[in-house]
């Protein structure tokens, strides 16, 4: 007489490899599966349905296995960006470091060092940046609207795109920064085309050509 039971993969293990019975796949799905038992005990010509189940089982185990290692190079590769946003930074150095999309908004990033940082798409809204060293940092897409800008290096910087917006200048070194398609107001524009020389070493845009000057 066929007998039809439901087991997990747990029972599934326990029950096919002891005692060693012929079984036949009925269906599969999720953790369980539907086997058919005769009670022979033949492993012949007959028992390839037990070495499938074998098969099944093992390729489940190693896929357990190798998730989690894929999941770690993934969380590595793409790891959540940092965020300092309303902290107090004053004198830290970020420099040469890859910093995408790291929130540092609302801080006081008063003499902190971000010397060749790599950092595209970093959100710098409404800081104080005073005595700040950004030379030669990649702020490509960056938020930099509504930023106190006093003594501030931005020289070598690459500012492409980045949003200045509602941001104040004082006393600022912007010799060989890039401005290409960034967004400023006409007053910026003008105050910063006042001060603007140098050519960029890495983009080989001229900075009053990035900024529009006359």
């Known amino acids: 007489m066929i007998v039809q039971k439901k087991f997990s993969i747990g029972q599934l293990i326990a029950q096919l490899v002891p005692v060693g019975l012929r079984a036949k796949i009925g269906t599969a799905s ?17 028992g390839l349905g037990l070495w499938a189940v074998v098969l099944l089982i093992g390729t489940w185990v190693i896929g357990l296995a190798i998730a989690p290692s894929a999941a770690w190079a993934q969380f590595k590769e793409y790891a959540p960006p940092v965020s300092y946003s309303n902290a107090e930074l004053s004198g830290q150095d970020f420099s040469n470091q890859r910093l995408q999309s790291a929130e540092f908004s609302n801080a006081n990033l008063t003499d902190v060092t971000f010397e060749n940082t790599e950092m595209p798409g970093a959100s710098f809204s409404g800081s104080f940046l005073k005595d700040t060293n950004l030379h030669g940092a990649d702020l490509t897409n960056a938020f930099m609207d ?3 800008f006093i003594g501030t290096d931005l020289s070598d910087a690459i500012l492409v795109e ?7 200048f004082q006393d600022v070194n912007i010799q060989g920064a890039d401005f290409e398609l960034a967004i400023l107001d006409g007053a910026q524009v003008k105050q910063l085309c006042a001060i603007a020389r140098g050519t960029n070493p890495r983009t080989g845009i001229d900075t009053k050509e990035s900024l529009g000057c006359p």
């Open 30 to 46: 999720g953790s369980s599966a539907t086997i058919q038992l005769d009670g022979r005990r033949q492993l012949g010509g007959r």
């Open 146 to 148: 509504s930023v106190k």
């Open 162 to 168: 980045a949003i200045l917006l509602g941001s104040s």
